[in-house]
């Protein structure tokens, strides 16, 4: 099975940035579909951003479009996640997971295989 592991979550106040990463276990990491959710307090684990184990291009949800960039590095197993202009609405735990192939639709929570434990992430006004 496959592992995921958070981190770089923080408290910071709203503008800032903070950068995510989610590193994988396994020797085929670079066959996997990425993505980020998050779920902030009282509502679903909504989708942040996917790519495809072809690294074309990442998909955004709305929200984060033109703040956020998401990107892998396959040599370390590793997903980034770059936030910037940070926003309240922004604050939730972040959740790294893995679809491993075959790829389903990729933005729903039940496309993926795999979830790592999240790593939260505070920002205040």
């Known amino acids: 099975q496959v592992q995921l592991i958070e981190s770089g979550g923080g408290s910071v106040q709203a503008g800032d940035s903070l950068r995510l990463s989610c590193t994988a276990s396994?020797?085929?990491?670079?066959?996997?579909?990425m993505a980020w959710f998050r779920q902030a307090p009282g509502k679903e684990r909504d989708f942040v951003a996917a790519?495809?184990?072809?690294?074309?291009?990442?998909i955004y949800t709305d929200a984060v479009k033109g703040r956020f960039t998401f990107w892998r590095e396959d040599s370390k197993n590793t997903v980034y996640l770059q936030m910037n202009h940070l926003e309240p609405e922004d604050t939730a735990v972040y959740y790294c997971?893995?679809?491993?192939?075959?790829?389903?639709?990729?933005?729903?929570?039940?496309?993926?295989?795999?979830w790592g434990r999240g790593t939260q992430v505070t920002v205040s006004s």
């Open positions: 396994g020797r085929s990491f670079n066959t996997y579909a």
């Open positions: 790519i495809r184990w072809t690294a074309v291009s990442a």
């Open positions: 997971a893995a679809d491993l192939p075959p790829y389903g639709a990729g933005i729903l929570r039940s496309d993926y295989d795999f």
